[in-house]
């Protein structure tokens, strides 16, 4: 079965700071792997996504992910935090048994950037 | 407005009551799916559909659970004598098979 890990049910940055947010995977098979962000009372956005071929991947407003399959990671970060950078943000794994239609989420990561 | 739409937004109901969520995918999106959010925790899958088959249920999905897909296009979530164990936020997604996921704004349930 495939499982996420998120340490960190909160972290807190200034503003301008390096944003990491970490990611723990398991899955029996080679996962795609996705970051989803949260605003208020909104749906899930996607960040970025791995599927195959380069580790590192960028995604939207300046966050980037790298996949490390020898530490079975996919943490997130971004250079410079910006306030509007302020949500939650979910990790997920597709692949399985089921093949790669449903995503496992983890619990999630509220990220809080201060002035 | 060409995402993914869900109706009602709210909804407070009474343990017991019988509720139904309504979803729209993306128009071009032949694959919708249900997740279901409580507080503190990730989405978690409940059910989804290709088209007019529901190809995989979750353990989750009680018997008090049942969604369709009539016609391939919207879907219906109904959960009948409510549980305050069902509060939750209810999240629809749709993709044109296992591409990326479109999630809508998702119906906040409220069991009293």
């Known amino acids: 079965a495939q499982s996420v890990t998120q340490l960190g049910s909160h972290v807190s940055v200034s503003e301008g700071a390096l944003v990491l947010l970490r990611c723990n995977y398991s899955s029996s098979v080679p996962p795609y792997l996705f970051w989803y962000v949260q605003y208020p009372n909104q749906g899930l956005q996607l960040l970025l996504k791995?599927?195959?071929?380069?580790?590192l991947v960028k995604g939207i407003n300046g966050f980037e992910a790298e996949f490390k399959k020898s530490e079975t990671s996919f943490h997130l970060t971004k250079p410079s935090a910006h306030m509007s950078d302020a949500a939650e943000y979910f990790c997920?794994?597709?692949?399985?048994?089921?093949?790669?239609?449903?995503?496992?989420f983890g619990k999630g990561t509220m990220l809080l950037v201060s002035p | 407005d060409t995402g993914v739409s869900q109706n009602p937004r709210h909804k407070i109901t009474k343990r017991g009551q019988n509720v139904t969520f309504r979803c729209d995918p993306i128009?071009?999106?032949?694959?919708l799916y249900w997740y279901r959010q409580t507080l503190g925790q990730g989405p978690e899958f409940l059910t989804y559909?290709?088209?007019?088959?529901?190809?995989?249920k979750s353990r989750l999905l009680s018997d008090r659970f049942s969604a369709e897909r009539p016609k391939g296009s919207f879907s219906t979530l109904e959960i009948q004598r409510t549980e305050q164990g069902d509060s939750a936020m209810y999240l629809c997604a749709s993709s044109f098979l296992a591409n990326e996921q479109f999630f809508g704004p998702g119906t906040r349930l409220t069991v009293l």
């Open positions: 559909f290709q088209n007019e088959a529901q190809l995989e």
């Open positions: 128009s071009e999106h032949n694959r």
């Open positions: 791995y599927t195959t071929g380069a580790t």
């Open positions: 997920a794994v597709s692949g399985g048994p089921s093949g790669y239609s449903t995503l496992t």
